[in-house]
């Protein structure tokens, strides 16, 4: 497309590359000075133009059509040039575009923005585009973090502090101080290395605002959370999100399939992925 109508499209080509269809803009004039050679076989090319009548688009369809490129046409009248020149054309029907002159491209532009957001999801979905390959290409955002895997974000190895449930608190807390993130709880775990509870900062505070003596010589489990939530290391990130803000929780175990920790989700590497609460 030109103008406006090429913003649009160089939008489109990102929403296409984004959901896993392979696309590139490519600029009418510059297309006549050698950017044809980017066209390969099995491409389409998606012409936008609202009037149908862009000097530049329909100088250029002949061409493409010669290199066996099929071409699809959004423009406003079917029987336009550029309707007559593709192979598929969406028309829009007539646009009164906004604005008190009715001139500058406006509604025609949303609308081609729309139609061809619609498109490049269908074409994702036909092709099967998974919501782990999204999580590939968004590797840097908060949309593609939300569907990586617990063991992508987790703690674990030396950053989890792990205690026998046995312990008293202080032996816990002692063993448990180590450089590098700090982790907002202590794994307690039975004979057998299976997770029997939890012990957070939180409770920590509680037990000090007692002001009784010898309560850090407590085992842990007696203080403990008994049963604490989990999830596997092979969950999605957004099933953790979903349990750290239904349980109103900071810290949720990841264990394996005997139960022994792997690891630990902590809200503070999650905050940009949580839900918001919405007022009620």
Same mark, same amino acid.
């Given at each position: +497309? ?5 913003? @649009? ?6 929403? &296409? ?6 696309? &590139? ?31 530049? &688009? ?14 699809? $046409?959004?423009? #406003?009248?079917?029987?336009? /040039?550029?309707?007559? &020149? ?17 001139? $500058?491209?406006? /509604? ?11 498109? #490049?999801?269908? =074409? ?10 999204? #999580?590939?290409?968004?590797?840097? +955002? ?48 039975? $004979? ?21 003596? +010898? ?24 099933? #953790? ?12 175990? =990841? ?15 999650? @905050? ?9």
């Amino acid at each position: +497309g030109m103008g406006k109508a090429g913003l @649009i499209g160089r939008k489109l080509t990102a929403t &296409l590359s984004s959901t896993g269809t392979r696309a &590139l803009f490519l600029h009418p004039a510059e297309a006549v000075h050698g950017d044809l050679g980017s066209l390969r076989a099995g491409d389409v090319l998606l012409a936008l133009s609202n009037s149908g009548e862009t000097d530049e &688009l329909c100088r250029l369809l002949p061409i493409v059509r010669q290199l066996s490129i099929p071409v699809v $046409a959004v423009t #406003a009248r079917a029987t336009s /040039t550029l309707g007559s &020149l593709a192979q598929v054309t969406l028309a829009t029907g007539p646009i009164v575009e906004a604005g008190h002159f009715g001139l $500058a491209p406006t /509604t025609s532009t949303t609308v081609m923005l729309t139609l061809g957001d619609a498109l #490049a999801l269908c =074409v994702s979905r036909v092709r099967g585009f998974s919501r782990e390959q999204f #999580a590939v290409l968004h590797p840097a +955002g908060a949309l593609g973090r939300k569907l990586q895997c617990v063991c992508d974000a987790m703690r674990s190895g030396a950053e989890l502090r792990i205690a026998s449930e046995e312990s008293t608190i202080r032996e816990a807390l002692v063993a448990g101080r180590k450089s590098g993130r700090r982790t907002g709880a202590v794994i307690a775990v039975d $004979a057998c290395g299976k997770l029997s509870g939890l012990f957070t900062d939180s409770d920590l505070a509680k037990l000090l605002e007692q002001r009784r003596e +010898g309560q850090l010589d407590r085992p842990l489990r007696e203080v403990m959370t008994c049963r604490p939530k989990t999830i596997s290391a092979d969950s999605p990130l957004a099933d #953790a999100c979903s349990l750290l803000a239904q349980h109103h929780i900071s810290e949720l175990p =990841v264990v394996d399939d005997e139960g022994r920790p792997v690891g630990l989700v902590d809200i503070t590497d999650l @905050i940009e992925l949580m839900p918001e609460e919405r007022p009620e």
